[in-house]
C-alpha cells in the first residue's frame, strides 16, 4: 500500500460543477497537508495548506481534513477549464525534516 | 522578487556523463530538497538538506550527489551511476521551526539521456 493513495483518475467535470478529489495516508505521524496544482510540464504549485481537522476554505476551493479516518480531500467549485491539471496530496510530519510524502496525483480536466 | 531558481531548463545527457542541475532560492528558507518526476508519476525524493553542510538521502539517492556548501544553493549531480535519469528534476525549499512546513517548487530541469 501505497503511504500517500489519490483517486485514480482521469476525472472529467463539466463547466462550473463541482470535483471532488480525495487522498488517504497511511502514517499516522503525518501531521501537515498539502494540495499542490501541476499543469503539464510545469512544476506544482501550492493551492491549499490544512494542519486541523474540518474544513478550510479559500476562494473556490476548500480542503477537508479528518485525521481519524487518515482522509483529506479537495473541492473546487464553479470548475472553469482553467483548473484542468494534475492535483497532487502531500502528507508532512511535524518534524524538523518536514519530508513530504506524495501521492501520484489526479488528472482533472474540466469541459467547457 | 523572490523565489527558486533552476537551471537549466532542459538538459541533455549522453551516456556516461555526470551532468549538475542547478537549483537557487532567495527565500532565506532553510531546507532544500530534490525530487524526480517520471510521466504520469507522483514526486520520488532523491536528497534533502535542513543546514548548511549537511545532506540526507531520499528514498531514490543512488546515483545522484548533493553538495550544501551555501544556504541559497542545493545542486544536483547526476552520476553516469544513475541508469535511467531521464525525468523531471524538481527542487524545492521550506522554512523551519514552524508548523507552516509548505515546500515551495523551482521551475524543474527535464534532463533527457540521448
Known amino acids: 500500500q501505497k503511504e500517500v493513495e489519490q483517486n485514480s483518475g482521469p476525472l472529467s467535470v463539466p463547466e462550473g460543477a463541482i470535483a471532488s478529489l480525495n487522498c488517504t495516508y497511511s502514517?499516522?505521524?503525518?501531521?501537515?497537508f498539502f494540495w499542490y496544482r501541476q499543469y503539464s510540464g510545469k512544476s506544482p504549485e501550492l493551492i491549499m495548506s490544512i494542519y486541523s481537522n474540518g474544513d478550510k476554505e479559500d476562494g473556490r476551493f476548500t480542503a477537508q481534513l479528518n485525521k481519524a479516518s487518515q482522509y483529506v480531500s479537495l473541492l473546487i467549485r464553479d470548475s472553469q477549464p482553467s483548473d484542468s491539471a494534475t492535483y497532487l496530496c502531500?502528507?508532512?510530519?511535524?518534524?524538523?525534516?518536514?519530508?513530504?510524502?506524495f501521492g501520484d496525483g489526479t488528472t482533472l480536466t474540466v469541459k467547457p | 522578487d523572490g523565489g527558486i531558481t533552476q537551471s537549466p531548463k532542459y538538459l541533455f545527457r549522453k551516456e556516461g556523463q555526470n551532468v549538475t542541475l542547478s537549483c537557487e532560492q532567495n527565500?532565506?528558507?532553510?531546507?532544500m530538497y530534490w525530487y524526480r518526476q517520471d510521466p504520469g508519476q507522483g514526486l520520488r525524493l532523491i536528497y534533502y538538506?535542513?543546514?548548511?553542510?549537511?545532506?540526507q538521502k531520499g528514498d531514490i539517492a543512488e546515483g545522484y550527489s548533493v553538495s550544501r556548501e551555501k544556504k541559497e544553493s542545493f545542486p544536483l549531480t547526476v552520476t553516469s551511476a544513475q541508469k535511467n535519469p531521464t525525468a523531471f528534476y524538481l527542487c524545492a525549499s521550506r522554512t523551519t521551526g514552524t508548523i507552516n512546513n509548505e515546500q515551495f517548487f523551482g521551475p524543474g530541469t527535464r534532463l533527457t539521456v540521448l
Open positions: 502514517d499516522r505521524v503525518s501531521q501537515s
Open positions: 527565500l532565506n528558507h532553510d531546507a
Open positions: 502531500a502528507a508532512t510530519p511535524n518534524t524538523n525534516a518536514g519530508k513530504s510524502t
Open positions: 538538506s535542513q543546514i548548511v553542510n549537511d545532506f
